[in-house]
């Protein structure tokens, strides 16, 4: 199973990015795709998730109403739309997946890790 997140930069305070998480290597009926991100010097922490069974969503309270989790089914493909961007924001993003039908925003319920990219809000 192989992830590839992209979509990562520099953006200004209120700024929107939009981060894409394109996985492969399985052939899993159901899957959960989630978004974590790790900012310096604090652990990692779940942002959004969804199923690819209903489109079931989680989002955390720091990015609930600023950000936006979407799928492509036919193309195994996750977005994630980040709009309002905070400095905050500032961390790696990584995407992550795992069999199933539950939606969770715990790391250790995810199997399988893309590599990550930096988001950076400053002006």
């Known amino acids: 199973v192989q992830l590839q997140a992209s979509g990562g930069g520099l953006v200004q305070p209120g700024g929107s990015l939009r981060l894409s998480c394109a996985a492969s290597?399985?052939?899993?009926?159901?899957?959960?795709i989630g978004w974590f991100r790790q900012a310096p010097g604090k652990e990692r922490e779940g942002v959004s998730c969804?199923?690819?069974?209903?489109?079931?969503?989680l989002y955390s309270d720091a990015v609930r109403g600023r950000f936006t989790i979407s799928r492509d089914k036919a193309k195994n493909t996750v977005s994630l739309q980040m709009n309002s961007l905070e400095p905050e924001d500032t961390a790696v993003y990584y995407c992550?997946?795992?069999?199933?039908?539950?939606?969770?925003?715990?790391?250790?319920?995810?199997?399988?890790w893309g590599q990550g990219t930096l988001v950076t809000v400053s002006s």
């Open positions: 969804i199923a690819s069974s209903d489109g079931s969503t």
């Open positions: 290597g399985f052939t899993w009926d159901y899957y959960v």
């Open positions: 992550a997946i795992t069999r199933g039908l539950l939606i969770s925003l715990q790391d250790h319920y995810y199997d399988y």
